[in-house]
């Protein structure tokens, strides 16, 4: 079954800790993104990249970094200088080129600080 | 600047009954895209439907129906005679032509009671 795969379910942060969420999909989607959850403010937009090798940020993409080295993966590494990273975050792929067609989504990885 | 709006925070109902979830949005382009997505306690966000701004035809599926209207800039979802396997979070969300991003409201959390 085609479908996007993100890993872990559950993570734990140390403070002045680094992590990266794993983000996999099989759908042959050019265009992948990162979204970041927290209760009652609905989906905000991390990062996105239509190609490989090419990323844009988002609203809130201070504290984020990530790499789009192959088609099928787009990792998101939180860093030491997001300060309150606790959150729920959401990758999601699409057709490049079709802005009318639905972005699918992954399972999401729930990130908290220890 | 696109906004969304879903004034509605929670709705709780009995199962059977129906539940119209309201969903205002704001943009200045004349071609964009809405979409509904459902969010079930697992996490993943559902793709339910997409409307783009030059139909304007309401549809129905199953016991979900859709009415859009220019005129008032909303994009309400009704669900009839509510089942229990309904209780998720919905979200409204907006893109623009030649834009991927997609503007999502706050969500509306729907609880259907057994």
């Known amino acids: 079954d085609g479908g996007i795969t993100q890993s872990p379910k559950y993570l734990f942060r140390k403070e002045g800790q680094n992590v990266t969420l794993s983000c996999e999909q099989n759908?042959?989607?050019?265009?992948m993104y990162w979204y970041r959850q927290d209760p009652g403010q609905g989906l905000r937009l991390i990062y996105y990249?239509?190609?490989?090798?090419?990323?844009q940020k988002g609203d809130i993409a201070e504290g984020y970094s990530v790499s789009r080295e192959k088609k099928e993966s787009f990792p998101l590494t939180v860093t030491s200088a997001q300060k309150n990273p606790t959150a729920f975050y959401l990758c999601?792929?699409?057709?490049?080129?079709?802005?009318?067609?639905?972005?699918?989504f992954g399972d999401g990885t729930r990130l908290s600080i220890l | 600047a696109q906004k969304v709006t879903q004034a509605q925070t929670e709705i709780s109902v009995v199962e059977k009954e129906d539940v119209t979830l309201d969903c205002v949005y704001e943009t200045r382009d004349t071609t964009y895209y809405l979409f509904w997505y459902k969010q079930p306690p697992s996490g993943e966000l559902v793709f339910l439907i997409r409307r783009n701004s030059f139909d304007e035809q309401n549809e129905i599926s199953g016991r979900y129906s859709w009415n859009f209207q220019k005129s008032t800039s909303s994009f309400n979802f009704t669900i009839t005679a509510s089942q229990v396997v309904d209780s998720a979070v919905y979200f409204c969300a907006l893109s623009r032509a030649n834009d991927y991003k997609l503007s999502f409201g706050a969500g509306t959390t729907v609880t259907v009671r057994a």
């Open positions: 999601a792929s699409s057709i490049f080129g079709a802005e009318d067609q639905p972005q699918h």
């Open positions: 759908l042959n989607h050019d265009a």
């Open positions: 990249s239509q190609i490989v090798n090419d990323f």
